[in-house]
């Protein structure tokens, strides 16, 4: 089982970051995706959410309006559209797989930095 993320970097406060997802060793289709992310000296936070098909998908209030999670289950990807970027989203944001309690699949994060 792999996730690899990418597509983090430095950018300034107003900017966007696209980041991608990519899975393989698993049926992807199969399984909810998530993206958390873990501030230095804070908790790892869950930041969005979508369904396996993704019919449907949930966000951190303070990432509302600027965030958007989609898939493509056709490339086994996840992808987190990150809009109007402020410098408290500055983190390590790690793809998360779940399905059920029992599969529960890690990827070894990217950093996102967002200063002036």
């Known amino acids: 089982v792999q996730l690899v993320e990418s597509g983090g970097g430095l950018v300034q406060p107003g900017d966007f970051l696209n980041l991608s997802c990519a899975a393989s060793?698993?049926?992807?289709?199969?399984?909810?995706m998530k993206w958390h992310r873990q501030a230095p000296g804070k908790a790892r936070e869950l930041v969005a959410y979508i369904s396996s098909t993704g019919s449907s998908a949930l966000f951190l209030d303070s990432v509302k309006g600027r965030f958007t999670i989609s898939r493509d289950n056709a490339k086994s990807t996840v992808y987190l559209q990150m809009n109007s970027l402020r410098p408290d989203d500055t983190a390590v944001y790690y793809c998360?797989?779940?399905?059920?309690?029992?599969?529960?699949?890690w990827g070894q994060g990217t950093r996102v930095t967002v200063s002036s």
């Open positions: 060793g698993f049926p992807f289709s199969s399984y909810g």
């Open positions: 998360n797989a779940v399905l059920g309690t029992t599969y529960n699949y």
